[in-house]
């Protein structure tokens, strides 16, 4: 009997920055965008302490298309997919590694879209966000996901607060 394994991510966390679309050669969209999850715990003088996670969250085909017409920096959201790991040659010739987060599904948490985000129609951030009634809206990729890597091999500029 062979060894089962399992590769599967579920997070909830807010995103760090807006979803960023892009089209592999063969017009494939794929978004990129980035989460924070939080960790918070005592420590051994009782004292609370945080520590927020940063990943990198991709997004193929229809799921994209739905991420990049929902999704705002700010908004916390589920998402569930597998951890996806490529590599590639950077310029001074050493091979650079990307831990990413492939989603297939994904639920907005606490607000009813971009506008709840504070984002306009033209995708402007307003100076203030009507505050939208919690409603889950519910995304989910029927279609098989293509392994195709985006046209940029490089991976995006790092959103990191530090």
Request: proline share 4%; net charge negative; charged share 30%.
């Amino acid at each position: 009997m062979a060894a089962r394994s399992l590769n599967k991510v579920m997070l909830i966390g807010n995103l760090t920055r807006d979803p960023e679309m892009r089209y592999t050669n063969s017009g494939t969209p794929v978004v990129t965008f980035g989460m924070a999850t939080n960790k918070s715990w005592k420590d051994t003088n009782g004292e609370m302490k945080e520590l927020a996670e940063f990943h990198n969250v991709v997004a193929w085909n229809k799921m994209a298309e739905i991420c990049q017409q929902l999704l705002a920096k700010g908004m916390k959201i589920y998402v569930e997919g597998s951890l996806n790991t490529r590599s590639w040659n950077a310029d001074d010739g050493s091979t650079r590694y990307k831990t990413e987060v492939r989603i297939e599904d994904m639920i907005l948490l606490d607000s009813k879209g971009r506008q709840g985000a504070g984002i306009d129609e033209e995708g402007a951030h307003t100076e203030k966000a009507e505050k939208a009634p919690k409603e889950d809206v519910v995304a989910d990729e029927a279609a098989p996901v293509e392994e195709e890597a985006p046209v940029d091999q490089d991976p995006l500029e790092e959103d990191l607060p530090f």
